[in-house]
């Protein structure tokens, strides 16, 4: 059974930066591509970024240049590193896969960022 569980959420004021973590477990993470979503208050989850199992990387229009994905295999985690953070980037951040398939594994509890002053 696949568990994900996500950290580093916090409050933060804008221009602020945060790293994001997901910790998975029940998979075989390597071969995996995963994403991180977003879900904000009133509005549907987004995937904000992904990284295959080579190491590509795409990313939102809205978080360009600003978040950085990472994985480290070792560890079965996935990272986000955000950067120059703004009010809009406030919601329930969540890792899940991201290939063909979608999201469809079971979602994490999810890890709050607040962007705010």
């Given at each position: 059974?696949?568990?994900?569980v996500?950290?580093?959420?916090?409050?933060?004021?804008?221009?602020?930066?945060?790293?994001?973590?997901?910790?998975?477990?029940?998979?075989?993470?390597?071969?995996?591509?995963?994403?991180?979503?977003?879900?904000?208050?009133?509005?549907?989850?987004?995937?904000?970024?992904?990284?295959?199992?080579?190491?590509?990387?795409?990313?939102?229009d809205?978080?360009?240049?600003?978040?950085?994905?990472s994985?480290d295999?070792?560890?079965?985690t996935?990272?986000l590193?955000?950067n120059?953070?703004k009010?809009?980037?406030?919601?329930?951040?969540?890792?899940?896969?991201?290939?063909?398939?979608g999201?469809?594994?079971?979602?994490?509890?999810?890890?709050?960022?607040?962007?705010?002053?």
């Amino acid at each position: 059974q696949v568990q994900l569980v996500e950290s580093g959420g916090g409050l933060v004021q804008p221009g602020g930066s945060l790293r994001l973590s997901c910790a998975a477990s029940g998979i075989i993470f390597s071969i995996r591509t995963m994403g991180w979503y977003r879900q904000a208050p009133g509005k549907e989850r987004e995937l904000v970024a992904r990284i295959s199992s080579g190491g590509n990387l795409i990313y939102a229009d809205s978080v360009k240049g600003r978040f950085t994905i990472s994985r480290d295999n070792a560890k079965n985690t996935v990272y986000l590193q955000m950067n120059s953070l703004k009010p809009e980037d406030t919601a329930v951040y969540y890792c899940n896969r991201a290939g063909p398939q979608g999201p469809n594994w079971d979602w994490g509890q999810g890890t709050q960022v607040t962007v705010s002053s």
